[in-house]
């Protein structure tokens, strides 16, 4: 059974940084499509970013620069870097991974991706 666990979520000031993690049981990163999402109260889900199997990488604009998803195939564990955090980052934070193992198109759609994990909450304070 594929289990996703979320973790490194807090709470800090504007301009700080976090780092995420996201370990699987039963589920091999390496070859498969990985991403982050959020979702914030009264808002629909999104996506953050997303690694594939060859390495490539693609972020929602709001985060381009300052986010960075990165995997640790030993661990098999998904990592997102968050640095200069804004307010509007504050959000509950989740990994799921690609259907199939394959990043669905277009790689935000995020009801494309499953085995998702409980979620991490990230808050940032002005």
């Known amino acids: 059974q594929v289990q996703m666990v979320e973790s490194g979520g807090g709470s800090v000031h504007a301009g700080g940084s976090l780092r995420l993690s996201c370990a699987a049981s039963?589920?091999?990163?390496?070859?498969?499509?990985m991403g982050w999402f959020r979702q914030a109260p009264g808002k629909e889900r999104e996506a953050v970013a997303r690694?594939?199997?060859?390495?490539?990488?693609n972020y929602d604009d709001s985060v381009k620069g300052r986010f960075t998803i990165s995997q640790d195939n030993a661990k098999n564990t998904l990592y997102l870097q968050m640095n200069s955090l804004k307010p509007e980052d504050t959000a509950m934070y989740y990994c799921?991974?690609?259907?199939?193992?394959?990043?669905?198109?277009?790689?935000?759609?995020?009801?494309?991706?499953?085995?998702w994990g409980q979620g991490t909450q990230v808050t940032v304070s002005s």
């Open positions: 690694i594939d199997s060859d390495g490539s990488t």
């Open positions: 039963g589920y091999t990163y390496s070859s498969s499509c």
């Open positions: 799921a991974a690609g259907r199939g193992g394959y990043c669905p198109k277009p790689w935000w759609a995020w009801w494309a991706y499953n085995n």
